[in-house]
């Protein structure tokens, strides 16, 4: 990435115009950015940024290529992602749980109300809390025993294995006798996530942990204490089914919104896990994130494909379903947008946004 994008700061707003998505007139909003928003201590591809409520950033990084190691007994899979904390000015204060067990794969970080912080992670299938000073909280899912082997010279693909555990039922197939059936992508019940993408919690604190960038679609709830209490959604394309499960969000009213990028739509849940919505005309959701204003509002990125850049708008919906308006596109420079992988937008017209292709983190105003 060129050094002059890392200094530039777009003063002017974009001019005003307009976009039919699906028979609806979308108003293109006039936004200002700065890309100069942190130094990072290394860069790589940024998965996720949060802000907790003292206005300090966090970023969760891709600096590095996920390795393993065979041991005596099981296969040391690590990798080097790391999750870096910054002040509301963009300086850097330190890194969190530096070399941590769980860093393999960086998707996504989150804030919750008391300031703890979770680092989704899809190549580990964790996701893990800390508190706001970055000491251990609690940790949800679990390494994977074996790991695909490269085809090399004298080395055939396969799987290894150091601790064999028994085969889980194939999704759809026949399960033992007297046993169910598992429906395709539904996973298993509790927290054995398939790279989980992001998490985000209703006012009692409990949990909701996006299960979908592998072979799951769900969502999967867990009480405060951490305790699985149910999980919602399998592979499909009709209401309440998944493809691709990139994003969650819970407003202040308990509902769920998970965005269905495979499906090309949000779709809205209520705070008991039944379809109520969809909302479409808004491309591929990956990265969502509802705001704290009264009405709240929900903004969703249409992130372009990594081989190309004909996407990359982002969306402000009215929580009916409504679409305020876009503005943005795919590019390079200051204030275009280079598969946007994680958003956060505790005020209404302020977002930060986690760019994978650009290697940064953009603060970007809305205009009203």
Same mark, same amino acid.
């Given at each position: ?8 700061? #777009?003063? *002017? ?6 976009? =039919?998505?699906? +028979?609806?007139? $979308? &108003?293109?909003? %006039?936004? /200002? ?105 609690? #940790?949800? *899912? ?6 695909? =082997?490269?085809? +090399?010279?004298? $080395? &055939?693909?396969? %799987?290894? /294995? ?105 779709? #809205? ?11 479409? +005309?808004?491309?591929? &959701? ?36 409504s679409i305020v308006g876009r503005f943005g596109r795919a590019g390079k420079i200051a204030r275009e947008f280079s598969v946007v992988n994680g958003l956060d937008c505790r005020s209404d017209n302020n977002l930060l946004v986690a760019e994978i292709g650009n290697w940064r983190v953009q603060r970007v105003t809305v205009k009203r």
């Open positions: 990435m060129k050094r002059f994008l890392r200094s530039a700061v #777009v003063a *002017g707003a974009v001019a005003i115009g307009a976009t =039919v998505v699906t +028979g609806q007139v $979308v &108003p293109e909003l %006039a936004y /200002d950015a700065n890309v100069d928003v942190v130094q990072f201590p290394v860069y790589g591809e940024v998965a996720g940024v949060a802000t907790d409520s003292r206005g300090n950033i966090y970023a969760y990084v891709r600096a590095g290529m996920p390795t393993a190691t065979l041991g005596h007994e099981r296969t040391f899979y690590h990798g080097h992602s790391r999750l870096f904390k910054f002040d509301s000015t963009g300086k850097f204060i330190r890194e969190v749980a530096n070399g941590t067990y769980a860093a393999d794969f960086a998707q996504n970080v989150r804030v919750d109300a008391k300031d703890n912080v979770w680092m989704v992670d899809a190549g580990s299938n964790m996701v893990v809390q800390y508190d706001s000073e970055g000491r251990f909280v609690q #940790v949800y *899912g679990r390494k994977p025993e074996s790991i695909p =082997v490269r085809p +090399g010279p004298g $080395v &055939p693909a396969r %799987a290894i /294995d150091p601790l064999p555990m028994p085969a889980p039922v194939a999704p759809g197939a026949a399960a033992a006798p007297g046993m169910p059936a598992v429906p395709p992508g539904t996973g298993v019940r509790g927290d054995s996530f398939n790279r989980p993408t992001d998490v985000a919690w209703d006012k009692a604190g409990n949990a909701y942990i996006a299960d979908g960038f592998g072979n799951n679609n769900r969502i999967a709830k867990f009480g405060p204490d951490g305790n699985f209490i149910d999980s919602w959604g399998r592979t499909g394309s009709n209401p309440g089914e998944f493809n691709g499960v990139r994003g969650v969000a819970v407003d202040a009213a308990g509902n769920i919104y998970v965005a269905d990028a495979g499906n090309r739509r949000i779709q #809205v849940l209520n705070p008991q896990g039944k379809y109520l919505r969809a909302i479409t +005309g808004v491309g591929a &959701p990956m990265a969502i994130c509802l705001t704290n204003s009264s009405p709240q509002y929900l903004y969703s990125s249409n992130s372009n494909d990594p081989e190309r850049l004909d996407n990359g708008e982002i969306y402000k919906i009215a929580l009916n379903g």
